[in-house]
């Protein structure tokens, strides 16, 4: 059955016409453009596709599209704060090498967030916890863990622009790396 | 994995969810979290014509606790909530450890107690894609001759696997249903049939509304002991929960133990209880124990490992399980050898 | 100072893949496109009578139905044996019978169960012991490819290398132990995934989720019967590889004859059901190891004998068995061996290529045995090693030449991080510590006759360059890697290059992400391009700055004299000269490099095949539950030789991920079988390592120099994962006295073995 529904990805409002028993994900990658959330298992398993549903941590792939009528949507193209302002998150995990492949990235960074939104300085503990959900088959977790673990020093960070981000050299890295143990 | 069609119908009144499932008996299937439902939806293992999605339903949401009534937790409540509540944490200690064991992290956010408690048991023989099932073709609750776990028999083996209703069922938790009828309230326990099919006991058109938890009795300590292979995500391979209460000579006067992940329905452990009620819980008596409740768990291979491991697994979480819930006694507890 | 190399820059693909930016294959969406999907067969072991696919075509939204009799039928492979769509027969469950486009994925769905396949079922079999007896059921007509198909043996490596009698001769003692190891699946969180697009000109473009698109394009082009210039195939961002992704796949070639069909893109993505269980395996083997030693702990005689169970289909299978006598002869110095190795298809899921090739099975048993070794002999673990280690300098028994090797100082460097010597078999009960060794390539030739890559650098007027390679950047960090040894090379910021790569008509070739080649193969093909355009450059800037180009350095973006260090130049003012005044021609680099190795003999096994080793040592650190059976690592040190260390972030994450796969091999993957069925294809109940399973990791870069890798760098993709599994299980064995010969060390297996013993709850 087709319904149209109102709702808000990322800050942008949508009325959309979709079927009943389409899912969030599909509705994001297929019909949005927005293929951040990955399908890796299609089944709540991998935790690739989640996303934050009225700030709370959803998984895609075992939500309805429907069921988000009026809701506020978060995905990972949305966790920036600006084009030229990162997440701390974002910034942390580039710093660190937390990602490989990447295909478990956007999903690590919003159960991630999800707990920054809480702690923002976590302990380990509390980090697989919170990321227990989230398959990562390349980098072994330790890199991950730490960039979630050392993310807040990069708040207020000049790091959080892309630009001189991608361009911090050495000394720069290692400086950082002082300031969060 | 496509879902297949359904009419997705979302009630913002219990009023209006009741009528709903009354209008159309047996093509409706309620859906809460969605984390157990959508799965099984694109696996093609159950057909519908209507999902009814109560998490907008206001009744069926949020935890109240009154020093008469204990503790009343909306259906639709989230585990998450559940878990994180200072009171549930405090008083409910085994129901926040349970609630908390679940999944992970975004099963929390998503999941709900009575999406927990009426969870759909599982069976490697059936919780499978279609393309899967067409090798060895139906099991018996897909419609085939025989299951496919007991081969020969015909009766559905697939295990309750909710981490919740034991640590409710040894707090003596009662469900409150709503239906056409009106509403009716039943000990948790009742809500279960032992049946792998059809494992829920509630009529056309009705629904769990709420879970009650009585007042736990004084001094008494609960736990929820889980085992799992990796820390997240799983389900129980094993899964106890306990409630004890001692007098202040150290002498058991309440116990409770339920089993989940081992059979077709969370259980108690009367034989088991009976041994602890009325002694001391020394460390033999809790062996004895123990062994009763591994006597009455007949886990079977509906799942990774082997039955008789699981069931050492059974008696290890159950052991567990009432040494931490007596240690949360209020008057103390020390283990003393037999 | 370096400008590039030795610094822990962030990857250059990172922020894309932060912002979710990055695009792998299922993110792209085509204007028109179709949805493809394959109908599997659900029979290990059947012929196929008769397809009727009237039913499926005439469900609206469908737009073609391909069987195996609509394509050419050609087979494929390492030693071909297997075709894009089955048709005379399938051999496992999940064997690929028929492909559908249709407007969406539930049409396609739908359209699946209307196609009508009779089958006439044939026996199967599961093990390969018993496909090996007379009688079993052939899976593979005989041909010249297949050793002695009514014994379903597809290959048999038998070789010998020193004098084996004589060796076992020389030994005071001789250990002699059976091990097995269990099939397992990559597991990337991406599924293979295809978009294929077709023009009426008559042109095939595949994105594909790959390793190795030249590789690809071959087989495509080979089967659909184009020449090369008319498959392209293109490499989006890969969500993961580990091998599994890198051979043509039926989601490669269904989804091109689909969209030829039709004349529109069509995508083929896997379900998480699909990429575990009918992909491709590590093959489960059974290596049975004599070892002969000296008293005072010298290996001298040793014989394997292998079996490995191919599954239904070669893959990269012949390879693997040819390359497993390497795996002996090259860690430790063994001047006596004999194998004899044996690939056997059975009706299970085909195995192929996964990190490793073969080295993590051989490995798990042979540092098992040393272990034992050191037990019986009274020699410690460290000792034991030290008695046997390669050296650089060496030749191998079967000719492979040791050029740089830190095995010695590795196995110091761990035993020293974790007083692993003052805490062996001194630990409470429960507690211990195990030592494993490990090694692999840096490149194979075996399939080809050349094992190479090339590349090009462009310089542009602004200082920053573009460098093309065919290399496969599968999430292991290539194009980082690659871009640094272009910016170390042109004496230019990293952050001013810009990759493009993978891509079969744009780039250059390069055969592919595996071998552990890609930082050494094309590495070398970079370097030397970017070493062409810096001969250039500096030409030009000797025009500029009056001085010759021998006494010029580029560094960090500035050329400068050395002898008159005032004179210097901007890289861009020496580019924006060389365009102004030079030839009239931009500036463009070009290298090319072929390993000067041989190609694999698999009569002989001899040869050089790869033309460096990378080398490690690993000490596990384990605590296990006597009462669960489960053993958790608390502590992984790897102490590791991959050369010139380029970029030690990366490394880190290569060495942490490959413990994680190592671990997760080690005790918790597994697939439960029923006659060929996988009854657990999920990643619910493939148990993959999740963040709380993951041990401390610790990693200590044992430099070498490589002289023939690039800036002295060696590969370091694969042979960290291959000693996980022995220094796990060696951990175990020192924890609690239980030697586990079987792979995984699951609970139950744990307190089994307790219980024999006597311990236990």
């Given amino acids: 059955m087709i319904r149209g529904i109102s709702l808000r990805v990322n800050g942008v409002a949508y009325n959309l016409h979709i079927q009943d028993h389409w899912t969030l994900l599909d509705v994001l990658r297929a019909h949005l453009g927005l293929t951040g959330a990955k399908k890796g298992c299609d089944s709540g398993v991998c935790g690739a596709c989640s996303v934050h549903i009225d700030g709370g941590l959803a998984l895609a792939c075992l939500t309805l599209a429907a069921e988000c009528e009026g809701c506020e949507v978060t995905t990972v193209e949305g966790l920036a704060r600006s084009p030229h302002e990162l997440h701390p998150l974002q910034a942390s995990f580039v710093f660190y090498g937390a990602t490989q492949c990447g295909i478990c990235t956007p999903g690590m960074l919003m159960a991630a967030k999800a707990l920054y939104d809480r702690d923002p300085r976590p302990t380990r503990e509390a980090i697989h916890d919170a990321v227990g959900g989230n398959i990562c088959r390349c980098t072994g977790y330790a890199k991950i863990v730490r960039a979630i673990e050392h993310a807040h020093v990069f708040e207020a960070s000049r790091l959080l622009d892309p630009k001189a981000l991608m361009q911090a050299q050495g000394e720069e890295a290692e400086l950082l790396a002082e300031e969060s143990r | 994995m496509s879902l297949p069609a359904f009419k997705y119908l979302r009630p913002d009144s219990l009023e209006e969810a009741i009528f709903l499932l009354g209008s159309h008996p047996g093509e409706i299937m309620i859906m809460a979290g969605g984390t157990d439902l959508l799965v099984s939806l694109k696996q093609k293992l159950f057909q519908t014509a209507r999902v009814l999605d109560v998490k907008a339903v206001s009744e069926l949401r949020g935890l109240e606790f009154t020093e008469t009534d204990g503790l009343k937790v909306g259906a639709a409540t989230r585990l998450s909530d559940l878990a994180a509540d200072k009171l549930v944490q405090t008083r409910y200690t085994g129901v926040a450890e349970a609630a908390q064991s679940v999944g992970a992290a975004a099963h929390r956010s998503m999941g709900t107690l009575g999406g927990n408690v009426c969870l759909n048991n599982r069976c490697w023989y059936f919780n499978q894609s279609p393309t899967w099932r067409t090798t060895f073709g139906s099991c018996y609750r897909l419609g085939g001759e025989s299951c496919l776990v007991a081969k020969g028999t015909a009766r559905c083996r697939a295990a309750y696997c909710g981490d919740t209703a034991p640590s409710l069922l040894v707090m003596g938790a009662q469900v409150k249903i709503g239906g056409p009828t009106g509403f009716r309230t039943v000990p948790l326990d009742e809500l279960y049939t032992g049946d792998g099919k059809a494992s829920i006991r509630l009529a056309p058109g009705e629904l769990v509304v709420e879970i009650t938890v009585p007042i736990p009795e004084v001094g008494v300590g609960t736990a929820y002991r889980k085992y799992r292979l990796r820390d997240s995500i799983d389900f129980p391979l094993a899964g106890a929960a306990c409630a004890i209460g001692l007098d202040d000579e150290g002498t058991c006067t309440h116990a409770r133990i339920a089993l989940t992940a081992v059979g077709s329905r969370p259980e108690r452990c009367p034989q088991a209880e009976d041994v602890l009620a009325g002694r001391k819980l020394t460390a033999g008596v809790i062996s004895e124990a123990v062994e009763a409740a591994r006597s009455q768990a007949r886990p079977l291979r509906t799942t990774v490992m082997p039955p008789p491991y699981r069931r050492t697994m059974v008696a290890l979480m159950v052991r567990n399980a009432i040494r931490a819930a007596a240690s949360r006694c209020e008057s103390g507890w020390e283990e003393y050898p037999s | ?761």
């Fill in chain 3, 1 to 761: 100072m370096t400008t590039a190399i030795r610094k822990r820059l962030p990857r250059n693909d990172a922020l894309q893949k932060v912002t979710g930016d990055a695009q792998y294959a299922d993110d792209i969406y085509l204007p028109g496109m179709l949805y493809g999907k394959l109908l599997r067969s659900p029979h290990a072991h059947a012929r196929i009578l008769d397809i009727d696919t009237e039913r499926a075509l005439a469900l609206p939204g469908v737009r073609a139905v391909v069987c195996g009799i609509d394509t050419s039928g050609i087979k494929y492979g390492t030693v071909p044996d297997e075709q894009g769509l089955a048709i005379d027969k399938v051999r496992f469950i999940g064997d690929e019978v028929a492909a559908v486009a249709a407007v969406d994925e539930e049409t396609a769905e739908e359209a699946l169960a209307l196609i009508d396949v009779a089958y006439e079922i044939l026996p199967s079999v599961h093990d390969p012991l018993l496909a090996m007896q007379e009688g079993a059921p052939v899976i593979h007509e005989a041909s010249a490819h297949i050793y002695d198909a009514a014994r379903n043996i597809s290959r048999r490596t038998h070789l010998a290398y020193g004098n084996v009698e004589a060796g076992f001769a020389q030994a005071d003692y001789v250990f002699e132990h059976t091990f097995e190891t269990q099939m397992v699946n990559h597991a990337t969180i991406e599924p293979h995934s295809a978009v294929a697009q077709y023009d009426p000109g008559g042109k095939i473009t595949l994105y594909s989720s790959c390793q190795t698109p030249f590789l690809i394009r071959s087989d495509l082009a080979a089967t659909l019967q184009m020449p090369l210039t008319r498959v392209r195939v293109v490499k989006p961002r890969v969500g993961g590889g580990f091998g599994g992704k890198r051979e043509m796949m039926a989601s490669d070639f269904s989804a091109a004859v689909l969209a030829m069909k039709t004349g529109r893109p069509v995508k083929v993505t896997y379900t998480r059901e699909e990429a575990l269980a009918t992909t491709r395996q590590r093959h489960p083997t059974r290596i049975s190891l004599r070892t002969g030693v000296t008293r005072g702990g010298r290996v001298v005689a040793k014989e394997c004998h292998m079996i490995m169970e191919n599954g239904a289909y070669n893959g990269r299978g012949p390879d693997i068995l040819g390359s497993c006598p390497n795996y002996l002869t090259v860690l430790y110095r063994t001047p006596n061996i004999h194998f004899d190795g044996y690939l056997v298809y059975t009706n299970n899921p085909p195995g192929s290529a996964f990190r490793g090739f073969g080295n993590p099975q051989i490995r798990f048993a042979d540092d098992s045995q040393m272990d034992i070794i050191a037990a019986e002999l009274g020699i410690d673990p460290v000792e034991l090693r030290h008695l046997n280690v390669r050296e650089a300098g060496d030749v191998t028994p079967n000719k492979a030449i040791i050029t740089s090797c830190g095995l010695r100082e590795c196995v110091e460097e761990v035993d020293r991080a974790t007083d692993f010597r003052n805490r062996w078999g001194k630990l409470p009960f429960g507690q211990g510590v195990g030592l494993a060794c490990g090694h692999h390539t840096c490149g194979f030739k075996s399939l080809l006759p050349h094992d190479s890559s090339a590349a090009v650098v462009k310089l542009n007027d602004d200082g920053t360059a573009n460098v093309l390679t065919g290399a496969s950047d599968v999430g292991q960090g290539s194009d980082t890697a690659l871009g640094m040894i272009a910016a170390e090379e042109l004496g230019i910021p990293f952050h001013r290059i810009e990759m493009t790569t993978a891509d079969t008509e744009v780039t250059p070739m390069d055969l592919g992400s595996y071998a552990s080649r890609v930082t050494f193969i094309a590495g070398h093909a970079v370097r030397l391009a970017a070493a062409d355009a810096k001969s250039q450059l500096l030409e030009a800037a000797a025009d500029l700055l009056r001085t010759p180009p021998q006494d010029l350095v580029s560094e960090n973006g500035v050329i400068c004299s050395l002898e008159h260090p005032e004179r210097s130049a901007l890289v861009e003012e020496a580019i924006q000269h060389h365009l102004a005044h030079g030839p009239g021609s931009p500036i463009l680099g070009r290298g090319a490099y072929n390993a000067p190795t041989d190609r694999l003999n698999r009569e002989t096994g001899e040869g050089n095949t790869s033309p460096a080793y990378s080398f490690g040592a690993q000490v596990a650190e384990v605590k296990v539950d006597p009462e669960t059976g489960r053993v958790r690592v608390i502590r992984m040190t790897s102490a590791i030789d991959c050369g010139v260390p380029l970029n030690p972030t990366a490394i880190e994450g290569q060495v942490e991920g490959s413990v994680a796969g190592g671990m997760g091999q080690a005790l918790l993957e597994s697939f439960s079988q029923h006659e060929g069925l996988i009854l657990n294809p999920s990643l619910l109940e493939y148990r993959v390592p999740l963040a709380g399973e993951m041990p401390d990791m610790d990693t200590i870069i044992v430099e070498t120099e490589e002289k023939e890798g690039p800036f002295g760098a060696k590969g370091v993709g694969e042979f960290v994962q291959i000693p996980t599994a022995a220094a796990i299980a060696n951990a175990v064995y020192d924890a609690i006295g239980v030697r586990i010969h079987d792979l995984p060390i699951t609970p139950d297996k744990i307190l089994a073995a307790l219980s024999k013993k006597g311990v236990g709850t």
